[in-house]
Every structure is written in C-alpha cells, then in structure tokens.
C-alpha cells in the first residue's frame, strides 16, 4: 500500500506560479511511476505529467510545468508556471507500478489517489 497527500494548492493570479507537493509513505517509493492528473467540475479526469524513467507532459502544460521527485525523501513535485485560468482543476498525485501495462497517461496506469488539492488561477 502507498499513501499519498498532496499540498501546496490555492489560489492564484493568471501568470503565476505554484508547487504542489506530494508526500508518499508506505511502501518503497522508487518501483513506482509517479502522476499528476487534475479534474475540472464537470469534465473527466485527466493526464498532467508523469515520472518514469523518462518524464511526460500533456500538450497543454508542456513547457509551463515540470514533474520532480526526490525518491530518498518519498516526494514528488509539480512546479506550475505561467498559470493560466483553463489550469484550474483539483490535481491529484498518483502512484502505479513502473511496468504497469496501462500507459502513464492513463488513469488505469496507476493504483493509488492522493485526496486532491484545489488550484485556482483567477484572470
């Protein structure tokens, strides 16, 4: 089992920036790919960045966001930049096996939540 609780959400101005922060505990953090994902009233959940190996990013917040993770401190990190008000979504961490067969821009591809922090870019 892997327990994640995200932090560093709130509210913001068009233009800024925020890190959210994702602490993982229980078991060894390392095997794991590590997501974030946010979800929109009304829209589904989708794919925001990923670390596996390599790291991947949506269109939408390729060159703006940027996924860390420091694997002796069992975190992971989600520097946002240049936030614009479409970004606004709760986010949510994400912990799935390295090799699992789902891509790492599905939600299928990973097997433990966080409970979400709210983001909110005013324009």
């Known amino acids: 089992q892997v327990q994640l609780v995200e932090s560093g959400g709130g509210l913001v101005q068009a233009g800024g920036s925020l890190r959210l922060s994702c602490a993982a505990s229980?078991?060894?953090?390392?095997?794991?790919?590590m997501g974030w994902f946010r979800q929109a009233p009304g829209k589904e959940r989708e794919f925001v960045a990923a670390?596996?190996?390599?790291?991947y990013y949506a269109d939408s917040v390729k060159g703006r966001f940027t996924i860390s993770r420091d694997n002796v401190k069992n975190m992971v990190y989600l520097q946002m930049n240049s936030l614009k008000a479409e970004d606004t979504a709760v986010y949510y961490c994400?912990?799935?096996?390295?090799?699992?067969?789902?891509?790492?821009?599905?939600?299928?591809?990973?097997?433990?939540w966080g409970q979400g922090t709210q983001v909110t870019v005013s324009s």
């Open positions: 229980g078991r060894t953090f390392s095997p794991y790919r």
């Open positions: 670390s596996s190996g390599s790291t």
């Open positions: 994400a912990a799935g096996l390295l090799f699992a067969f789902n891509s790492v821009t599905d939600v299928l591809g990973y097997n433990y």
